[in-house]
């Protein structure tokens, strides 16, 4: 088993929503989050995010499980309210155009949380990918990750494609809500994920200190299926 994709490609933890319809391939230029909103990292450990104002990029707010300085468990992630809606998310961001595109059909995800009675097959959760879009400035400004090309001659501009199966609301999957919102209470997650056809990255290397990458070519993610990781959330009283 190789660790997850989303470890080696996303330097960044934050991003977002549903706007444009599944398997969607003409790319949209402007992307933003509604508010109000609890967006899960589903690759992670109970990591949420959230942002107060859509048209201010500097808004974006992490709520995080907190580790000492030797990767130890200090505290969970501060519960989210049972007021927010609440999003499953997994944001996938490279250049080309082409191969972002093309995600729904080659990264395929499953994700179950019982206590909410969801439970989505690779198949199913093709429906959840709402690019491609625009890297644009304003999620460099939000998350602080600019998407640049080894070789700045193609002319290639950046794009995301993000997974988000929502829980609450009109369309949410969960089968307990109240009032389209979860319950209080505590909901494990049970996350997988499989690249099914090899695609390639041209993007640009950092190193550990921040540098490019002085051996640049580009990056062949090839097929394989990821360890589960599993974790819990907590949906705490309304703010």
């Given at each position: 088993m190789k660790r997850l994709l989303l470890v080696f490609l996303l330097t960044a933890a934050f991003?977002?929503?549903?706007?444009?319809?599944?398997?969607?391939?003409?790319?949209?230029?402007?992307?933003?989050?509604?508010?109000?909103?609890?967006?899960?990292?589903?690759?992670?450990?109970?990591?949420?995010?959230?942002?107060k104002d859509a048209a201010d990029p500097s808004t974006f707010v992490g709520h995080w499980v907190l580790y000492d300085d030797d990767g130890n468990f200090v505290a969970p992630a501060d519960p989210i309210p049972a007021n927010y809606d609440v999003v499953m998310q997994v944001s996938i961001k490279f250049i080309p155009l082409g191969q972002v595109q093309t995600l729904p059909k080659k990264f395929l995800i499953s994700l179950s949380i019982p206590e909410a009675g969801v439970n989505l097959s690779y198949q199913q959760s093709k429906a959840f990918w709402t690019g491609p879009y625009l890297w644009d400035q304003y999620w460099v400004d939000a998350t602080g990750v600019p998407i640049l090309a080894f070789n700045p001659h193609i002319g290639a501009q950046p794009y995301a494609n993000r997974w988000l199966p929502p829980l609450?609301?009109?369309?949410?999957?969960?089968?307990?809500?109240?009032?389209?919102?979860?319950?209080?209470?505590?909901?494990?997650?049970?996350?997988?994920?499989?690249?099914?056809?090899?695609?390639?990255s041209l993007e640009l290397v950092w190193d550990d200190q921040g540098n490019p990458s002085t051996t640049q070519k580009p990056t062949h993610i090839k097929p394989y299926t990821s360890d589960p990781v599993v974790f819990t959330f907590t949906v705490g009283p309304p703010v």
């Open positions: 991003l977002g929503l549903l706007a444009a319809p599944a398997l969607a391939t003409k790319p949209v230029d402007s992307f933003r989050l509604p508010e109000r909103t609890a967006y899960i990292f589903a690759y992670g450990d109970g990591s949420w995010f959230e942002v609450t609301g009109d369309k949410g999957l969960a089968t307990n809500l109240t009032d389209k919102k979860l319950p209080e209470g505590t909901y494990t997650v049970h996350y997988t994920e499989r690249v099914v056809r090899p695609f390639t």
